[in-house]
């Protein structure tokens, strides 16, 4: 009896994820992190259904073989510029994808947060080429109708976000991003975009906590009668104004990272960590979508499984875990 009640409550999860559409990014920047097979063992025992992995770790790839589990994965940056040749990125889905029958990929991310403002803006130029090479391996592999090619961007490729309405992209950005919204739009492919209230919330020295935790009373913005409550829904609708006019009306969005970290800066706490993602789990699930685009369930991957103390930057980069290395939760995630 008492296996059957444990299956069943695995099952139960594994439903609740199914519906909620939301998995969990899978980095490994850390020291003394388990092994890739424990790692997925980790996903399956909690019932998360998807994961995002930031390269294709082939160890991780052989221990997702045969699982349920779908997956984002990653092609690197600096792996951009050598994609830009048609032959290299067929070796590249050979190697990575085809040669891994038994895992569920999802989406190809072909980079992550390329900014042409910043220091990443040296891989600028390739990710579009190494967009279309990529997707066109897979459709000649014949697997255009299961995988699905996008990249990942964030929102600090915008110059404006508030109100939502406003939402747009720098204007040294949309030479770069707006062919890649078009390609998108002409091939029936989702945007990626990393979405953190929490950093909105530190960029405001006046930052309103509950609207960033979801737990603001009622509407904290009016933006011409569309109502925000929170501040993850106020950041998506600013990423779908954002590329609306570039051609991106009908690309939806997957927000392919979001969470809150548990210590290194203002707000960021085990309590406010806690809070933020078991609400933001709780909106995804209800499928309520967004004032700009209501009724469409917004799929999310958390980030991240593991704190990650060799990740550089601020210190609150180290502590977005949701469990410790040792396997146990930081705090309950009511999956």
Not at 236 to 254: C, F
Not at 264 to 278: I, K, P, Q, S, V
Request: proline letters at 6%.
């Amino acid at each position: 009896m008492t296996s059957k009640l444990v299956l069943l409550g695995l099952l139960m999860n594994l439903l609740v994820f199914t519906d909620a559409q939301v998995g969990v990014c899978n980095g490994r920047v850390g020291d003394g992190l388990p092994s890739e097979q424990d790692v997925v063992t980790l996903y399956r025992n909690n019932g998360i259904t998807r994961m995002r992995i930031y390269d294709p770790n082939q160890a991780t790839l052989r221990a997702l073989q045969g699982t349920n589990i779908e997956l984002i994965l990653d092609v690197p940056n600096d792996v951009l510029q050598s994609l830009n040749d048609q032959n290299a990125a067929n070796n590249w889905v050979r190697n990575n994808i085809q040669n891994y029958p038994g895992v569920r990929f999802r989406y190809i991310a072909v980079g992550n947060e390329v900014n042409p403002r910043e220091d990443s803006g040296r891989f600028a130029n390739f990710v579009l080429p190494a967009m279309r090479n990529i997707h066109s391996a897979i459709r000649n592999a014949g697997l255009g109708n299961q995988i699905k090619v996008s990249t990942a961007t964030y929102t600090g490729l915008l110059v404006t976000s508030y109100p939502p309405s406003s939402g747009a992209f720098h204007d040294n950005v949309r030479g770069f991003i707006e062919p890649i919204i078009r390609f998108l739009a002409q091939n029936n492919l989702p945007m990626l975009a990393n979405i953190y209230p929490y950093f909105g919330y530190l960029g405001d020295p006046n930052g309103n906590l509950p609207y960033a935790l979801f737990t603001a009373p009622g509407t904290v913005v009016n933006d011409n009668g569309r109502q925000y409550s929170n501040l993850f829904t106020a950041m998506l609708d600013a990423h779908y104004a954002a590329q609306a006019p570039l051609g991106g009306e009908n690309v939806e969005i997957v927000v392919s990272e979001s969470g809150w970290p548990s210590a290194g800066d203002r707000g960021a706490t085990l309590e406010n960590a806690r809070t933020y993602n078991n609400n933001l789990i709780r909106y995804v699930k209800g499928t309520t979508g967004s004032p700009r685009k209501p009724g469409r369930s917004i799929e999310t991957y958390i980030f991240a499984m593991f704190d990650e103390n060799r990740k550089p930057g601020a210190e609150t980069e180290k502590h977005f875990g949701l469990f410790t290395p040792n396997q146990q939760p930081k705090y309950q995630v009511n999956f």
